[in-house]
């Protein structure tokens, strides 16, 4: 979040127990000293590492930090080779922070689309992937994925799991979820389930509402779908089993319908209750009882990221211990 009075970005842990704000600490300012203050965004937490991305206009920095320890990382810039026509050049699309089990290391995936300077434009298509490895602490070319994922400067989607990050992604032959396997380094592609699909034609046309966002829920990806009852919000819950399988999407339930204003699900807590936001205020909802409690807690709320404190190094390359997957 970002901290009015003394201007700088601060991290800000939630208890899961109590839903008490505690650890609030500043976001060492100083090693994003090129980046304008309150560009600052958490990619994802990983066994007590966090990934932070900061951007301004052209300028970008990642950094791994360890908030029990203090310690940080700056990762380098990638000198890869982009291969592009005159004119063009290439724009972090989004970027999502893992665990490869298989070889006890952490790494950055970043997906690059062409930025055409003299038409002020996207092409919006995905067309390299870059991967860091930080016990290597360099960067190496992955696959293109060749798809859109019309989220740009964004960090991803809040479903990170099980060394798989998945973001929001489309072409004109499928629209679904891109997922990325942190250990194979390998794209699959999940087609939204057919119910979806066709709300999605009809938004098109204007007679339906095609608005989802995504996040977790007991191990799997969870998507909410915006829907319209009578001018009033619900939002209908899905589950994914299988990342890659089209047919493992299960609809378990709808929530609402909201007569106020509510942007989206931000994901679940205990038995069931879900954390929403509206006008960038945080409540915690219950869809058996329909009640609504305001967590107090304002601005800047883009994703709940899980964090739980380590030991865990990010300057120790190989020496890894073993961690569990996140």
Not at 123 to 145: C, F, H, M, N
Request: proline fraction near 4%.
């Amino acid at each position: 979040m970002f901290n009015k009075t003394t201007q700088n970005f601060v991290l800000s842990t939630l208890s899961y127990e109590t839903l008490q704000l505690s650890l609030t600490q500043p976001a060492h300012p100083s090693v994003f000293g090129n980046i304008k203050k309150g560009n600052i965004y958490v990619v994802g937490s990983c066994n007590g590492l966090v990934c932070l991305y900061a951007r301004s206009l052209d300028e970008f920095e990642v950094v791994i930090w360890n908030p029990a320890t203090r310690e940080t990382k700056v990762v380098p810039k990638s000198n890869l080779p982009r291969l592009l026509p005159a004119g063009y050049k290439t724009i972090i699309d989004s970027i999502e922070f893992g665990f490869d089990a298989k070889t006890n290391d952490y790494k950055i995936i970043n997906l690059l689309t062409p930025y055409d300077m003299l038409a002020n434009s996207f092409t919006e298509r995905i067309i390299q992937s870059e991967v860091y490895s930080l016990s290597a602490d360099s960067w190496r070319k992955g696959d293109s994925p060749l798809c859109c994922s019309g989220e740009l400067y964004t960090v991803g989607l809040n479903t990170y799991i099980n060394g798989m990050a998945s973001w929001a992604a489309s072409n004109r032959s499928w629209d679904g979820i891109l997922s990325f396997d942190m250990s194979d380094e390998v794209f699959l592609k999940t087609p939204l389930p057919d119910d979806v699909l066709d709300n999605c034609n009809l938004s098109k046309n204007g007679l339906g509402n095609c608005k989802r966002s995504f996040f977790l829920f007991k191990e799997s990806i969870a998507m909410a779908v915006t829907t319209l009852v009578d001018y009033c919000i619900c939002f209908d819950i899905w589950r994914l089993l299988e990342v890659g399988v089209k047919d493992s999407w299960t609809k378990l339930f709808t929530i609402g319908p909201f007569s106020e204003y509510i942007d989206r699900p931000l994901g679940f807590w205990k038995s069931s209750t879900m954390f929403l936001t509206k006008f960038n205020q945080l409540f915690l909802y219950n869809p058996f009882t329909n009640q609504m409690v305001d967590l107090q807690i304002r601005g800047g709320l883009r994703r709940l990221v899980t964090y739980k404190e380590s030991l865990v190094s990010v300057q120790r390359g190989n020496e890894f211990e073993e961690q569990d997957d996140c």
